[in-house]
């Protein structure tokens, strides 16, 4: 009998030669928005940065707009984390978190990548929660910065900016961001939140040395679909060429 690479682990996600599979989509319907908000809902709720509501969501002024992308990512059925992404360009009033809070600083890290063709310069990641059942998962961060990237990348962003907690800021700065400035409070979070900056050649340099994080490691054929709103398989691992690329 033919042996299958896939088999169903017996509970509610697949797995594919023992590695967990994960499906990762955008969030570009009602019903998959509403899961990216009840994950953060349930994310902020358990760290203690929002007060409960009785519609268990959490959703802000940013969601919707044109210059936002939102990924959720599942095991099975089940929602389990989520990142959303912010465009920003000098040519447009684009609105951000990140612009909101630290408007000069912004704006001044911007100005050296003012681009004439009215592309944008920069992406700002934000609202990256796991599910409180998988707070631990280390792995799942490092995919959604793959899945973030994967968004900057597809419209050649020139600088990455994250606003993060002042416990975060140290592995940022292992990422190659510098903190620019901080702290502030942050739009719809009790907690105040510090600016950090990466520029596109500095990201370029990680990616390449840490495949966990570099969105090449996503088959073309899976992006193109996965950027047309399809769903992409996933995992948490870069392929084992794409690791023996990198050594």
């Not at 020139?158 to 140290?170: D, F, G, K």
């Amino acid at each position: 009998m033919q042996r299958s690479d896939t088999i169903n682990s017996g509970s509610d996600h697949r797995i594919t030669m023992g590695v967990p599979q994960y499906t990762a989509r955008l969030a570009r319907d009602d019903a998959t928005r509403q899961d990216a908000y009840s994950l953060r809902y349930l994310c902020y709720l358990d760290g203690g940065f929002i007060a409960p509501n009785k519609q268990k969501s959490f959703s802000d002024k940013f969601d919707g707009l044109s210059n936002t992308e939102t990924v959720v990512v599942y095991q099975g059925d089940e929602p389990i984390a989520s990142v959303r992404v912010c465009f920003l360009s000098l040519s447009s009033s684009s609105p951000a978190p990140a612009r909101d809070t630290f408007s000069d600083e912004v704006e001044a890290l911007l100005l050296p990548y003012r681009r004439s063709d009215r592309g944008m310069e920069a992406v700002e990641t934000t609202r990256l929660v796991t599910s409180p059942r998988f707070a631990n998962d280390q792995g799942l961060v490092f995919m959604l910065y793959r899945l973030a990237g994967l968004l900057g990348i597809q419209r050649d962003v020139r600088i990455l900016l994250s606003c993060v907690r002042h416990n975060h800021v140290p592995f940022y700065r292992r990422l190659r961001y510098k903190e620019i400035a901080g702290p502030k409070i942050y739009p719809g979070l009790t907690c105040p939140m510090h600016l950090l900056a990466c520029s596109r050649e500095d990201y370029d340099a990680v990616r390449g040395r840490f495949p966990l994080m570099d969105p090449d490691a996503f088959p073309q054929d899976d992006v193109s679909g996965f950027l047309a709103g399809h769903s992409m398989t996933t995992h948490i691992r870069p392929s084992s060429a794409r690791l023996r690329q990198a050594a």
